[in-house]
């Protein structure tokens, strides 16, 4: 079985300084949130990482935005994490906020996981 070890992407000052050593279940969670939270062209000599899950802020709230934003997710997170196994996307829209979101569903060494994304467009 590997062991996956890399720093987080929040620079909070802990106990140990800014940077934190994260392993495993902690760390693909984050970079699940870094894959999809990045727009592609955003990153620096890797301009196709990321998904358009972002674009998807100010579309009308009906079912093409549902199936937009599961295709996007699957696209990217097949694309850039093949190290966990997902088994599930629940869509989730709070028409009054403005916000939409997604709960991810996946196993990694064969134990689940769950990450849940939350996009809000601003008023």
Do not use: C
């Amino acid at each position: 079985m590997v062991t996956y070890f890399g720093p987080g992407i929040s620079l909070a000052r802990g106990p140990s300084g800014y940077f934190h050593s994260y392993s495993d279940a902690e760390l693909i969670k984050q970079n699940i949130l870094q894959i999809l939270l990045t727009r592609p062209g955003e990153r620096v000599m890797l301009p196709e990482f990321g998904s358009y899950l972002k674009n998807l802020v100010f579309e009308p709230n009906d079912a093409v935005l549902e199936g937009l934003a599961k295709i996007y997710v699957k696209e990217a997170l097949e694309k850039w994490e093949d190290r966990v196994e997902f088994t599930g996307l629940d869509f989730y829209a709070e028409e009054h906020y403005f916000r939409f979101g997604i709960h991810i569903l996946y196993k990694f060494n064969k134990l689940p996981g769950k990450v849940d994304v939350s996009l809000k467009r601003l008023a």
